[in-house]
Structures are given as structure tokens and as C-alpha cells.
């Protein structure tokens, strides 16, 4: 179920409550059971579904309602809230200053969108005035450094790395040295990814976040990802700090649920989502209006 089916299917279900004469438990029910059909089949997590509907109706108690008070909207708000919470880790992300030269490093899985991504939020922050830099220490995927040059290059955004150098720990020092010395505010790391979750790869990882030390760590994830999204999530965060999710391909067929699956995950926010693949296709993220959006 895409993003927008989702949004439909849960007003339907609130349409439908508010259509009902009078609230009792099974309307109440009938209205949960629709929407936790929807998350599901949006690939939201099922625990986090379970989690979302007994929070419900712990804030939703009918017999506590005395009459009078408007249960609909009571119902109304809380689903707003608990949506709300699913995307919203309660803490915000790292914030780079512009001037003040932050280390910023993008993990994700092969064709999860991270090189793209990386140039996006380059030219962003370009845009608004910042200095930022990008530094390829791809040396798994042949073509990596070439794609991040030329984007780089589209952007007239400096970039770094090497085509003989097979060691990314050491361009990754190498870049982000030559950077700070060169002013640069926002020193942005792509760093290899793999078709699956590897020992190899959360290995490089690692050594690539101890020899930087970036300031933020930002987990890049396909939307179309589905079910596999919390797993794949929880499996980064364990090897790195994550601290901010970036969702891919909104644009296409993509099931939002994996979005809030991965912020559960990371227990970190979403702060960007790709919406295209030119590099101006690309989004703040935050959590109400889009919940207001999904609910129409
Ligand atoms: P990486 O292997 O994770 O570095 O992935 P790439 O950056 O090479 O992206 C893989 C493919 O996804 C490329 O064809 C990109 O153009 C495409 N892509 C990346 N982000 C988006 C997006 O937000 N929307 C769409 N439609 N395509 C995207």
C-alpha cells in the first residue's frame, strides 16, 4: 500500500467512525482494527502497530468519557498523536552549524540512494550558503568515485578520493584533513554499501566512523524497502551511531511504512526524503505536517 492509499485508508476508517451514531467500543474497534490493516499493510512494523492501538485505547477509555465529551475528536486526536509518536523519537537529531565544520557520514545498503543522497544534501546546505565538501570512500563498488565526481562536479561542490587508493578508512582521514583545512562546514562521507547486511561492510564501517569521528551519522534507506526495513535499520544502528534517517524514492510506489519502522529502529528521526533523482528532489521532513498530509 503506498503512502497516499494509507492516508486514504485511515480517513476512511475516522470517516467511518464519525458517520456511526453513537461511539461504543465495537465503533471504536471496527475504526482501530481499519487502521492497524492499513499500517500493516504498509509494511509498518507489527509490534509498533500492536504498541499504536493499545496506547489508544489506553488515552481512549469510553467508559471514563462522561457524556458530552466529544469522543470522536478524543479518538481522532489520539490516532494523530500515536501516528505522530510512531515518526517522532522524542529527541532531535544532531544539527550541523553552518561555519563550524561538522563531519557528516552516510551508510546504507547498495541502490539505497546514498551517493545521490550525499550531493542532495551537499547542494542543500550549498544553496543556503554553507561550504560543504564531499568525500568518496566507495572503493567497493567500481564506478562509485566516478558517480559522486560528476555529481559533485554538476554542483561545483569540491570533492575528494582516489581511483587507486583501496583502503577507505584512509581517504576518508585523508578528505576530511584536507577539507578542514580548507574551511569547509559540511564534510560529507559516502561510504560503501553491499546488496545485503554484511560482517564486511559493518566492519569498514566502523573503522571509517573510529578514524573520522563524524559529528552525524545518517542511515540512507530505499522507501520500497517494505518489511525489511526495521531489521536492516537496527542492524546499522548496532554497528554505527546513527542519528538521523534520510528515506529514498518517495516519489515511486513506495510503502511508507518502512519510514516509520526505521525510526523505531534507530530511535532517530527522519530529517530529509528523496523525492526524485535530480538533485534538487529532496525535502525537510517533519513529522506533523506530514501526519496532518497522511490523514488529509
Ligand atoms: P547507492 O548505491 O546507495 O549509492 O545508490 P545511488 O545513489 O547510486 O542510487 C541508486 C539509484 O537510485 C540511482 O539510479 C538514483 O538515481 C536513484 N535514486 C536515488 N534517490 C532517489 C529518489 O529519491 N527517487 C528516485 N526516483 N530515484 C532515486
Not at 262 to 287: L, Q, R
Given at each position: 500500500?503506498?503512502?497516499?492509499e ?28 481499519e ?5 500493516l ?8 502497530v ?13 467508559d471514563?468519557l ?5 469522543k470522536?475528536?478524543?479518538i481522532q ?11 517522532d523519537?522524542?529527541k532531535?537529531?544532531?544539527t550541523?552549524?553552518?561555519s ?13 540512494g ?28 567500481a ?26 578508512v ?40 573510529e ?5 552525524l551519522?545518517?542511515?540512507v ?24 534517517v ?20 534507530t ?8 523525492t ?21
Amino acid at each position: 500500500m503506498v503512502l497516499a492509499e494509507l492516508g486514504g485508508s485511515i480517513s476512511r476508517a475516522l470517516q467511518q467512525m464519525s458517520n456511526a451514531t453513537i461511539i461504543d467500543e465495537k465503533v471504536l474497534n471496527d475504526c482501530l482494527n481499519e487502521i492497524t490493516r492499513a499500517l500493516l499493510q504498509s509494511d509498518v512494523q507489527f509490534k509498533l502497530v500492536r504498541d499504536m492501538q493499545s496506547n489508544i485505547k489506553k488515552i481512549v477509555n469510553l467508559d471514563d468519557l462522561a457524556a458530552g465529551h466529544n469522543k470522536r475528536k478524543i479518538i481522532q486526536q489520539a490516532i494523530f498523536t500515536e501516528l505522530c509518536k510512531m515518526l517522532d523519537p522524542g529527541k532531535p537529531s544532531f544539527t550541523p552549524k553552518k561555519s563550524k565544520p561538522s563531519v557528516v557520514m552516510f551508510v546504507g545498503l547498495q541502490g539505497s540512494g546514498k551517493t545521490t543522497t550525499c550531493t542532495k544534501y551537499a547542494f542543500y546546505h550549498q544553496k543556503k550558503g554553507w561550504k560543504p565538501a564531499l568525500v568518496c570512500a566507495d572503493t567497493f563498488r567500481a564506478g562509485a568515485f566516478d558517480q559522486l565526481k560528476q555529481n559533485a562536479t554538476k554542483a561545483k561542490i569540491p570533492f575528494y578520493g582516489s581511483y587507486m587508493e583501496s583502503d577507505p578508512v584512509k581517504i576518508a582521514v585523508e578528505g576530511v584533513e584536507r577539507f578542514k583545512k580548507e574551511n569547509c562546514d559540511l564534510i560529507i562521507v559516502d561510504t560503501s554499501g553491499r546488496h545485503k547486511q554484511e560482517a564486511a561492510l559493518f566492519e569498514e564501517m566502523r573503522q571509517v566512523s573510529e578514524a573520522t569521528k563524524p559529528d552525524l551519522v545518517i542511515f540512507v534507506m530505499d522507501s520500497s524497502i517494505g518489511q525489511a526495513a526495521f531489521d536492516q535499520a537496527q542492524a546499522f544502528k548496532q554497528s554505527v551511531a546513527v542519528g538521523a534517517v534520510i528515506v529514498t524514492k518517495m516519489d515511486g510506489h513506495a510503502k511508507g511504512g518502512g519510514a516509520l519502522s526505521a525510526v523505531a529502529a534507530t530511535k532517530s528521526p527522519v530529517i530529509f526524503i528523496g523525492t526524485g533523482e535530480h538533485m534538487d528532489e529532496f525535502e525537510t521532513f517533519d513529522v506533523k505536517p506530514f501526519v496532518s498530509r497522511l490523514l488529509g
